[in-house]
């Protein structure tokens, strides 16, 4: 694939260059591989790629951006599936791979500082001799600052909540490249706008974060996984509901359905039975976690629970949680050679939980749409990912339409149009339907915040005057 390298700004790109030498990079591989997505979305690469080293370098990267009205988008990991990381307007892909430090770590207070380009496994890898770990697990190895801006949650979210509950503090790059540090070490404060967590979830709308203090957690002294199957999601799902509302502190309550089960069969020869199944995780003192999991199977045995199996090694544990986390793939895997997945996420609270995943179902069903259905049902969040010819225009549609008909069942039962995955590029047009007026109030802030749209510029908010 040849890629032309646009000429749209051509002015900051070269100040870029003078600034960065041969870390402002515009060859077509790099640019390409900035301008893939992990969904759907077609390749958008951006006019150029710069990598910065420090805050100082991003402060200065965004003053140019600035100056030519050159647009700029931080760039982490790229798995994000709403398309958050992609140059639609063109300009720069901020690329923050290479600030990846573990600045400090306090074992007494429970906290690290982080740079942005960090992984979580990385960290989590850096924190070993202490006992402590990063529990925000969203399944992909993703960069922190990335979690951040579009407040990640994933499997572990039902016990240490998500992103938004685990950073304390932050500093981050305004759109004048004004450096501002928001938040502190302390557990909590009552002073001021909260602009740490107007950050986080801002998709780099607002801003761009260069260090992250996170929250730490001490690793548990026992930790028991299982797994169980059920004659129906519908069953699966009560279960969940009724252990939630039990009291009963899950660290992780994952459900997978038939399809879903189906594609893990055919990406990795699970050799799982296609129904539907749970997957659960325990974790306390050995006396704790033995009586998590029997108080568990007595209310899972009211709803016809099956098959259960337990596993207390490490590496048994990390294959059950590694298959979990390959959902992505094998749900791809499921739609066969050349398709492309369109995958959405709504949240909905725990009592309307089994209705709308069985309404999920049956519409996609009726729809004529092979989609699989995963989630973290402990906190009401689940995922469709649904497989696609993107050049099939009528599929397509229908997938399209499904989505939206999700979102607006999910906001009926008063749940959210996203739990997880965030807005980006796909449900901007759903926001006003969820938050009415106030989209008004968020588009004031944006216009405050950064008056000249440089940063990551079409996503979240839709137009306005539009949906």
């Known amino acids: 694939m040849t890629l032309r390298t646009p000429s749209g700004h051509p002015a900051a790109i070269d100040a870029l260059r003078d600034l960065l030498a041969d870390r402002l990079v515009t060859t077509a591989a790099d640019?390409?591989?900035?301008?893939?997505?992990?969904?759907?979305?077609?390749?958008?690469?951006?006019?150029?790629?710069?990598?910065?080293?420090?805050?100082?370098?991003?402060?200065?990267?965004v003053k140019i951006c600035q100056a030519h009205r050159c647009p700029i988008v931080a760039y982490g990991a790229a798995s994000s599936l709403e398309a958050q990381h992609l140059a639609v307007s063109g300009g720069i892909s901020l690329d923050m791979t290479r600030m990846n430090r573990v600045l400090d770590v306090s074992a007494e207070d429970l906290h690290a500082v982080v740079q942005p380009?960090?992984?979580?496994?990385?960290?989590?890898e850096e924190l070993r001799a202490t006992g402590l770990f990063f529990p925000v697990d969203p399944g992909a190895d993703a960069s922190l600052g990335g979690m951040a801006a579009t407040r990640a949650s994933g499997t572990t979210a039902v016990r240490h909540g998500t992103m938004r509950e685990n950073v304390l503090a932050l500093e981050a790059v305004m759109?004048?490249?004004?450096?501002?540090?928001?938040?502190?070490?302390?557990?909590?404060?009552?002073?001021?706008?909260?602009?740490?967590?107007?950050?986080?979830?801002?998709?780099?709308?607002?801003?761009?974060?260069?260090?992250?203090?996170?929250?730490?957690q001490g690793v548990p002294e026992a930790t028991l996984a299982a797994t169980c199957r059920f004659a129906t999601v519908e069953d699966a799902v009560n279960?969940?509901?009724?252990?939630?509302?039990?009291?009963?502190?899950?660290?992780?309550?994952?459900?997978?359905?038939?399809?879903?089960?189906?594609?893990?069969?055919?990406?990795a020869d699970s050799?799982?039975?296609?129904?539907?199944?749970?997957?659960?995780?325990?974790?306390?003192?050995?006396?704790?976690?033995?009586?998590?999991?029997?108080?568990?199977?007595?209310?899972?045995?009211d709803f016809g629970m099956e098959a259960w199996q337990s596993a207390t090694k490490t590496e048994e544990r990390s294959a059950l949680w590694s298959m979990r986390h390959k959902a992505h793939y094998a749900s791809q895997a499921l739609g066969g050679p050349g398709k492309q997945l369109y995958v959405t996420d709504v949240c909905v609270p725990i009592s309307r939980l089994a209705e709308a995943v069985t309404h999920a179902q049956t519409r996609t069903r009726d729809l004529g749409l092979t989609s699989t259905i995963v989630g973290h049902v402990g906190d009401g969040?689940?995922?469709?990912?649904?497989?696609?010819?993107?050049?099939?225009?009528?599929?397509?549609?229908?997938?399209?339409?499904?989505?939206?008909?999700?979102?607006?069942?999910?906001?009926?039962l008063g749940g959210t149009i996203s739990g997880e995955h965030g807005i980006g590029l796909g449900k901007r047009d759903l926001m006003t339907a969820e938050h009415g007026a106030a989209v008004s109030v968020m588009r004031?802030?944006?216009?405050?915040?950064?008056?000249?749209?440089?940063?990551?510029?079409?996503?979240?908010?839709?137009?306005?005057?539009?949906?």
């Open 31 to 61: 640019r390409e591989a900035h301008g893939r997505c992990e969904t759907w979305y077609p390749p958008t690469p951006p006019e150029a790629v710069a990598y910065p080293a420090t805050t100082e370098e991003v402060s200065d990267i």
């Open 117 to 124: 380009g960090l992984t979580r496994l990385a960290l989590n």
């Open 175 to 216: 759109a004048d490249g004004t450096v501002i540090r928001t938040g502190s070490k302390a557990r909590k404060s009552s002073t001021g706008y909260d602009l740490t967590h107007l950050l986080v979830g801002s998709e780099g709308t607002l801003g761009i974060i260069t260090e992250l203090t996170l929250r730490l």
């Open 271 to 301: 050799g799982l039975p296609e129904r539907p199944h749970l997957f659960l995780e325990f974790t306390g003192t050995p006396a704790s976690v033995a009586e998590q999991s029997d108080l568990f199977a007595d209310i899972a045995g």
């Open 239 to 267: 279960c969940v509901i009724a252990t939630i509302q039990s009291g009963l502190p899950m660290a992780r309550i994952e459900l997978l359905d038939e399809m879903m089960v189906r594609g893990f069969n055919r990406y």
């Open 444 to 467: 004031a802030i944006k216009t405050a915040l950064d008056p000249r749209d440089i940063l990551n510029p079409g996503k979240l908010l839709p137009p306005a005057g539009g949906a």
């Open 381 to 412: 969040n689940f995922h469709c990912g649904i497989s696609i010819d993107p050049s099939d225009g009528a599929e397509f549609a229908r997938a399209s339409d499904f989505a939206h008909e999700l979102a607006g069942h999910a906001l009926r």
